[in-house]
């Protein structure tokens, strides 16, 4: 089991809100009104860690072990909308969210196959880690700087477990779930590598996840300002090619290492997942 090892690395280098955020350097001269709406959108945003860890544990019951990293994974989610909130609470407490407002980000996720989504968070991760990362940048509070920074290694720590699952599944689970894994992961991984080719932004709070709800069926979607990410990543952040191609090389660079190949381009890990769609399938269907 993965859990207890991921349980006891995670508590060693948890961070107290108490202690750690230093929240006596504020400097309200350095905090605009855009940039505190911000930090109220990423707050619901992270609430969201409620209705994934639900889908989470309902697609995954066969698996008592990932079950279990959920709980540490869930609480560290929750925290960093907590710590947002703090924020907002101690120096712009009109802007604190609504019991209302993060309760409309919990809805029902659609199941689906649990390896695509485990890799499909493995890109999350990997992909907040750098949004954070470049909003401690934007900002010029040092207060919010830090948490960001913060929450941003974060991220980083839950994207390294997940690749610990998916090694698992690679490695220790059967030839069949081996052969499903390097499918499901290529696949994924080719459509969260190539966010640069696409007009909106590739995070699954950003993905529909609900076909009853759809087009109102994304996390981003049941926020009070729905065009919000894109406007922070394109205006206001500048996440621009420059730090997608480090999202994507961080990417394409954990699963050569993980599949034992190499894939530089999104085009090599493409030709890959092809080659293994016409020589896996056939082994993979299941009996009639």
């Not at 999350?124 to 920074?149: C, D, F, M, S």
């Not at 993980?258 to 080659?275: A, C, G, H, I, P």
């Amino acid at each position: 089991m993965l859990y207890p090892e991921l349980f006891k690395s995670m508590e060693a280098v948890r961070w107290n809100m108490a202690t750690d955020i230093p929240w006596d350097d504020f400097d309200g001269s350095k905090l605009s009104d855009d940039q505190a709406y911000t930090i109220k959108m990423n707050a619901i945003t992270e609430w969201a860690a409620l209705p994934a860890t639900e889908m989470f544990l309902r697609d995954n019951r066969d698996d008592s072990d990932f079950s279990a990293f959920m709980s540490v994974w869930f609480f560290e989610e929750q925290k960093h909308s907590l710590v947002l909130m703090e924020y907002l609470r101690r120096f712009r407490p009109e802007l604190v969210p609504t019991e209302e407002e993060l309760h409309k980000v919990r809805f029902e996720f659609d199941p689906a196959p649990p390896l695509e989504t485990l890799m499909l968070h493995f890109c999350g991760e990997i992909r907040l880690n750098h949004w954070y990362r470049r909003a401690g940048e934007w900002h010029t509070e040092p207060v919010i700087k830090a948490i960001y920074q913060t929450i941003a290694h974060d991220e980083a720590r839950h994207a390294g477990a997940y690749l610990r699952y998916m090694k698992r599944a690679l490695l220790s689970r059967g030839e069949a779930i081996g052969q499903q894994a390097r499918l499901a992961f290529s696949k994924i991984g080719v459509l969260m590598a190539s966010a640069h080719r696409t007009p909106q932004a590739l995070h699954p709070t950003n993905l529909h996840v609900n076909k009853e709800l759809f087009p109102q069926d994304t996390v981003q979607s049941k926020v009070p300002s729905p065009g919000w990410l894109e406007n922070w990543l394109d205006h206001q952040i500048h996440f621009d090619k420059d730090w997608e191609g480090k999202v994507s090389s961080r990417i394409l660079h954990n699963l050569s290492l993980l599949m034992d190949s190499s894939f530089k381009t999104v085009q090599d890990l493409n030709r890959y997942r092809k080659e293994l769609t016409r020589s896996v399938a056939p082994v993979i269907q299941t009996p009639v």
